[in-house]
Every structure is written in C-alpha cells, then in structure tokens.
C-alpha cells in the first residue's frame, strides 16, 4: 500500500510514499516511549531553547516549505509563506510563555504548604488535517513539546510531504530523537494508536464523524482529548455596518484557502434593510476572483485540495438550488485543469435546505437574510456547530453585545475569525470540545498534580 501526493492545481501524481507495516509502527512506538523519559526530565529553558530553534529553521525554509503545501493542497503561494511564519511565531510564543504558563501554582489549604505543578501526560496522538497543514500541526506541537510531552502525528493521506517535513524540522532544530515523529499509516489504524497504552492522549481537527469517531475511542479508553471539528460560522451584518469594509473582509474570510477553512465565514446573516446593497457589493468583489496557478502571487482563487470535495461541494449546491436558493453567481466547477471551484454567492437561504444545516467547505458564500438583529442572533445560534462568528456594526458597544449571545467558541465585533497563538482557540457543540492556543491549550495535556506538605 502506499500514499500518493497529488496537485490538485494539475492533477498530477508528486510523489508516492510507502505506508508502514505493524512492525514499523510498533518501532516508533516504543522509540518514542523511550524518549518521553529523556524529554520529560529535559529542562524547561532547554525545551524552549529548541523550540526558539524551530522557528530558525521555519524561517529558512520558508520558500521550500510554502512551495509543499502548495503542491501537495493547492494553497496559493503567499498564504502558504504566510503560514510558515504564523508556525514560527507560535514557536517563539511557547517558548517565551510557556515557563510562565507552566509555573509552579501556590495555593492556600490547610497544609503547612501546598501547590500545583504542572507536569506532561505523556506521549500525545495529533491527527491533523490537510487545509493548514503546517499550522495546524504547530499549534499543537508548540505547546505540547514545550510542556514536556513527546508528539506522534498522524497526518492526512493527501499531505505527506508535509508531514515528514514537519519532523524533520524538529530534528533539524536539535530536539532528541523520537520527541516527535511522524506516523505514515492509514485512518483505519488511527484507533489502534489510541489504545496503545503508551500513548496517553489524542487531539484531532477534522470533521465531524472523524471526531465522534476519535472521541468514543478514547473514552473507551480512558484517554483525555481535544477535538477541533466543522464549523459554520456566522457573519452577521447589521444595518449600520460599513458596508465596504464589511465586504472586503468578508472576500479574505469566506474565499481564503478557496473557503477550505473551519473559522471561514460561512453563513452570512445580513438584515434585510441592507442586504441587497450588501450583496451587490459581495458580488462585485467576488467576480474579481478568478482561478490561476496558486504559484503564481497574482492568483487570486485557489484549486480546492481534491476532486471529490470539489464534487461534493457541487453536490450540495445543486441541490440547495433545487431546494429554493438563488445562484447569484458562480456555483459551478471551474473549466479549467485541476479542483477548481467558482467563488460562488447562494442567496436566500432557508431552514431545510441543505446551504443552510451543512458545513459549506470551499469558496461559496451562504446568504441568508434576517428582520432584525434578535432574529440574526436566533439564525446564528440555530447551527449545531459552534466554532466562531463574527458581528459588523459601527456601534461597537451593540457589537460586542451580540457577541456575548453568540453561541461558539470565539466572536468577532468588525474582525474577521482567526486563530492567535495569545488567545483560545476552539468550539461548542458540534464543533468540538477542548481548547487550543493561549494559557488554556498548554494545559490541555498536562498533570495538574496538587502537592500538600505538612
């Protein structure tokens, strides 16, 4: 068996590399158990020293790595360039706050002196997706090397340039053999990984079913774990909103990495008194969206990762269409070689149709139009997912008011959703559980190990 990098902007095959059998695996498992004892007694400044060396090595690299990812998943070029430095900031991030973040917490009782220390849990499974897929594995990475536990990531089959490249950018960086290492086998032996009593943890991004399907898993077996799953965030535009701005960043929010991403604006949510104006707008600004070589810093629209989520995603078009929505423009395959999709604009959508209960995952924004802002709250809070959202008004105070009522993991008041290496990160609901980033996502997967001394 093997897996094969595939470029979705031609379709050509880039490289095939060989799956692992039983015996490899096992080798890595019990490398890195080995290693965990030497990473865990390494100390704090010494973690961090690494780390501070991974961000070198990202910069150095940046041209080779950008250029992987833009192979192997279609992102254009500068966004890919931009994504290996966010890498390196999110190392640099750990490696100053992560002493603060994992210091000793005295706290007051009945004993003569009694604390909590924050000690790793072990060895931790991250199962990664393909649409960030440098970022995704760093932010997961960062903290929890820093915090003493030893990596194991399995990636997705169609980026696994990048998932060798990420370990060797570790090695490269000096970190001890085995503290973290790329798994090359297939989803169905994810649970298997699980299980494995050497590993004492998992974190997944992905979808949905992927999540309930890690989760029971590792309830079954007693093991912690944070999920980051689909998202369908809402946009809600308020009659005093700036119309332009709200527009321009709508474009970057819903049409970045072809609309491939979880805190993608996904649903706008626009009250009537100036959604016509607002979609006029939209579409003017998405004609200019035209596909191109995603090489090429000129591109404006990228291939969407793979064929048959280009398909998929048609397939849910056509049929929200046929369920009453309004094509404004776009909402077919591009013609044009490799999985491309037309920035696209559905309009006037309603409960029922599959545009307004499904994740939408590539460049087709979701119009849907409310009486008032109680109603665009009610909209917004309808989804099971929970991931972010964001509110556009010029009264910031009534933003950030909205904001409070959201339903989700993160809110925006006149910013586009993003994820920073400063602030939590993730979703309510059936968006997942657990938090990424910030304070709270070192401490996902650590001991925090109470100390009482008479």
């Known amino acids: 068996m093997a897996m094969q990098s595939v470029n979705p902007a031609t379709g050509d095959t880039i490289e095939t590399y060989d799956i692992w059998n039983e015996a490899q695996l096992e080798k890595t498992l019990a ?3 080995s290693a965990r004892k030497i990473w865990q007694a390494t100390s704090i400044g010494d973690r961090c020293d690494f780390m501070r060396q991974a961000a070198v090595v990202l910069r150095e690299q940046k041209e080779s790595l950008a250029k992987m990812v833009t192979l192997e998943m279609g992102k254009l070029i500068n966004d890919a360039r931009a994504e290996v430095e966010k890498c390196a900031g999110v190392c640099e991030f750990y490696a ?24 790793p849990l072990g060895i931790v499974l991250a199962v990664m997706p393909w649409n960030f897929p440098l970022w995704q594995v760093f932010r997961f990475a960062a903290p ?17 340039g990048c998932a060798l490249a990420i370990e060797d950018i570790f090695r490269q960086a000096g970190f001890p053999d085995n503290v973290f290492r790329t798994l090359m086998i297939p989803a169905s032996r ?23 399907s890690v989760a029971s898993t590792a309830g079954k077996s007693l093991k912690k774990s944070v999920l980051e799953l689909g998202g369908s965030d809402a946009f809600i535009v308020l009659e005093d909103a700036d119309l332009e701005y709200a527009v321009k960043q709508a474009i970057v929010s819903r049409y970045l990495n072809s609309g491939q991403s979880c805190i993608a604006a996904k649903r706008f949510i626009v009250v009537n008194e100036i959604a016509d104006r607002f979609v006029e707008l939209l579409k003017d600004a998405v ?17 969407m990762a793979r064929h048959d989520l280009r398909d998929e995603l048609h397939n849910q078009v056509i049929e929200s269409i046929a369920q009453g929505a309004v094509a404004v423009i776009g909402c077919l395959p591009e013609d044009h070689p ?7 604009i559905l309009d006037h959508i309603k409960p029922g149709m599959r545009a307004y209960d499904e994740e939408f995952f590539g460049p087709v924004a979701l119009i849907i139009r409310a009486n008032d802002e109680v109603e665009a709250i ?29 339903e989700c993991g993160s809110a925006f008041v006149n910013g586009m959703v993003k994820s920073d290496p400063r602030l939590p990160f993730g979703g309510i ?14 401490h996902e997967f650590i001991n925090a190990k109470t100390i009482w001394i008479r």
Not at 194 to 212: K, Y
Not at 379 to 386: D, E, Q, T
Request: hydrophobic share 35%; charged share 20%; proline share 4%.
């Open 31 to 33: 490398d890195c158990n």
């Open 287 to 303: 004609s200019e969206l035209q596909p191109g070589d995603p090489m090429n810093e000129d591109t404006l629209l990228a291939p």
């Open 144 to 160: 929890g090397l820093i915090a003493g536990n030893v990596g194991i990531l399995k990636h997705a089959s169609n980026v696994p």
């Open 190 to 212: 994810v649970a298997g990984v699980i299980e494995d009593s050497r590993v004492h943890a998992v974190t997944l991004t992905g979808s949905e079913p992927a999540g309930r």
């Open 338 to 344: 490799g999985a491309y999709y037309q920035a696209s």
């Open 378 to 406: 009610d909209i917004a809070n309808s989804s099971r997912f929970g991931l972010g959202g964001s509110v556009w008004t010029e009264n910031v105070a009534r933003g950030e008011k909205v904001a409070r009522q959201l």
């Open 429 to 442: 609901k059936a968006s997942g559980y657990g938090r990424e980033l910030s304070s709270q996502g070192i």
């Open 96 to 119: 100053e706050k992560g002493p603060t973040f994992l210091a000793d917490e005295i706290l007051e009782s009945d004993a003569g002196r009694s604390l909590v220390t924050y000690q």
